[in-house]
């Protein structure tokens, strides 16, 4: 039906559905819908049996309420009256047309059996029940919304054939169906379990990406593109773990460090190799940096900063080479990547080539999963787990080994600043900065914050602008100066 078309409907019954047909009839024309009913339309000198045909076959009459009660069954049944005289034109229609949606039963009495009385030829239809009070307004809707063409539930479009469909040899299906026993379990330890086995499945997935030997440049990045499959099953993964009751923090600290351990060394692949080479391990690393953007997108999504200063703020114990098997303590900055396979090798002979770097102009344009994660929102977590490092004073915590800080490789995707940062001139909301810095009072955030200031080294060779820092966006005097 078009938006600007009124529905059309004609009402067949007995006159012992007065009490429910009139109101009826008057309810949907105030609801937009123009009734034909025999005590507004028939007049005096028509015709009743061609009236009611004209009103049966007009092709502008969209539906066709059937009233049906005792009376009204019985004399539909045994042809007989007025009401005969219109199921022999109904009855035509139904059987003769294949669009016997225009006829619908609406039911005003039942048999002391619990059933609808409804003439013989419809009975097999899905009907209306209007005779109950208490049912009354919900399958008005129901009638209403069918009228107009706008059911409750609609058939959602049709999607698009999943990547993973055409994967030849990986098996995602367990993969898929941990996530949703995770969403559908009741029980922390079932849940537990499922997060655990979803843990050693993907580890043995992501093996299978290994291939033999090392890869060059053009294929290192042609399987970080084929990776997107198995990149989305862990972001499904991540939001039914925010939905249990465990610790999400903790699993998702835990992940990182077990895979980042797993996949970049040789010896998680072979406990005995003896020789390896980094390069060999670059698809790994790369996965690790997107996927761990990712985690941080979705947790400024759902607003979650205690989370994120959780992830943030942890000691992982992570291996300092691809054939070291002893952990050292480390923070989330070691999980920033840059592929020099990718970038110098491959790039150069890529229409791409003029691209500060073929990576993250391909994580900003080419691997949303809408709704959390947009190209900006990627972006965005990419800057934003930058602009908080010098607050956290990673770089110059002696237990945490100094790492570099974290570049972000996005920041030129980014369109609009964090949001955090501007909004927290409310005093308000800086009480939500308190759990993203560990802080309890706005001045210990200004504590926080003093050193979150640009650094004109953060940027590419090539950019005129380095990235922003906290206090290219808000001055430190301007924090919780507003209501």
């Given at each position: ?5 009124i529905?059309?409907v004609f009402?067949?019954y ?6 429910l047909?009139v109101p009826?009839?008057e309810r ?6 123009d009734?034909?009913l025999?005590?507004?339309d028939?007049?005096e000198g028509?015709?009743?049996y061609?009236f ?6 007009d ?11 005792k ?13 005969g005289d219109?199921?022999?034109i109904i009855?035509?229609?139904?059987y003769?047309?294949?669009?016997q949606?225009?006829?619908?039963p609406?039911?005003?009495e ?10 013989a030829y ?5 009907h ?13 809707e129901?009638?209403l ?5 706008k059911?409750?539930?609609s ?8 990547d993973?469909?055409d994967?030849?040899?990986k098996?995602f299906?367990?993969l898929?169906?941990l996530?949703?026993?995770i ?11 499922c997060?655990t ?14 291939g033999?030997g090392?890869?060059d ?9 084929e990776?997107k ?9 991540v ?7 465990l610790?999400f923090?903790?699993v998702i600290c835990d992940?990182f460090?077990?895979i980042?351990?797993t996949?970049?060394?040789a010896?998680g ?19 690790i940096w997107e ?8 947790l400024?999504h759902?607003?979650n900063y205690k989370?994120?200063?959780e992830?943030l ?6 291996t300092s ?7 050292k303590p480390?923070n ?8 020099r ?6 790039k ?7 691209k500060y770097?073929?990576?993250g102009?391909t ?6 999963k809408?709704?959390v ?9 990419d ?5 908080v ?11 945490q080994?100094?790492?570099?800080l974290?570049?972000?490789t996005?920041y030129v995707y980014v369109?609009?600043?964090?949001n955090e940062?501007?909004?927290?001139k409310?005093?308000?909301?800086c009480?939500n900065?308190f759990?993203?810095f ?5 001045e ?5 914050l003093?050193?979150?200031i640009s ?18 966006c808000v001055?430190?005097?301007e924090?919780?100066s507003m209501?």
């Open positions: 039906m078009h938006e600007d078309r529905p059309k009402i067949s007995s006159w012992s559905s007065d009490w047909v009826l009839a949907l024309v105030s609801h937009g819908v009734v034909i025999d005590k507004w028939l007049k028509q015709d009743k061609t009611m045909e004209q009103c049966v076959n092709p502008d009459v969209t539906k066709v309420l059937i009233i049906c009660d009376k009204y069954a019985d004399k539909a049944n045994s042809r007989t009256g007025g009401v219109e199921t022999v009855s035509g229609e139904v003769g047309h294949m669009k949606e225009k006829f619908i609406v039911i005003a039942w048999d002391e059996e619990g059933n609808p009385y409804v003439p419809i009975k097999s239809r899905i209306i029940n209007l005779s109950d009070e208490e049912k009354y307004e919900e399958e008005y129901k009638l919304r069918n009228i107009f063409e059911p409750l539930y058939k959602p479009m049709l999607g698009t054939r999943p993973w469909v994967e030849e040899n098996d299906f367990a898929i169906d996530v949703r026993q969403k559908g379990s009741q029980s922390e330890k079932k849940q537990q379990s997060v086995k979803f843990v050693e499945e993907y580890v043995e997935i992501l093996k299978t990406y290994n033999q090392s890869r440049g053009a294929q290192t990045y042609e399987c970080f593109v990776m499959v198995i990149r989305d099953i862990f972001l499904d993964f939001s039914a773990l925010a939905e249990t009751e610790n923090a903790d992940f460090e077990r980042y351990n996949l970049t060394t010896k692949f072979n406990p005995n190799a003896m020789q390896a080479c980094e390069s060999d391990y670059e698809i790994y690393k790369i996965h996927s761990f953007i990712c985690v941080i997108a979705y400024r759902t607003h989370a994120i200063y992830l703020t942890h000691t992982y114990f992570l080479s691809c054939l070291d098997n002893v952990v480390a989330y900055c070691r999980f920033r990547f840059y592929s396979l990718v970038e110098e090798q491959y150069p002979t890529t229409p791409n080539k003029d770097t073929l990576l102009h994580l900003c344009t080419e691997r949303e809408k709704p994660y947009t190209c900006e929102a990627i972006a965005e977590a800057l934003f787990l930058y602009q490092t010098k607050a956290y004073q990673l770089a110059e915590d002696e237990h080994y100094r790492e570099p974290w570049f972000p996005c369109k609009t600043w964090p940062w501007t909004k927290m409310s005093r308000k909301y009480e900065m759990d993203l560990g802080v309890k009072s706005i210990e955030l200004k504590g926080k003093k050193d979150c650094d004109c080294e953060m940027k590419y060779p090539r950019s005129f602008d380095s990235a922003p820092a906290i206090l290219s001055k430190l005097e924090i919780g209501n």
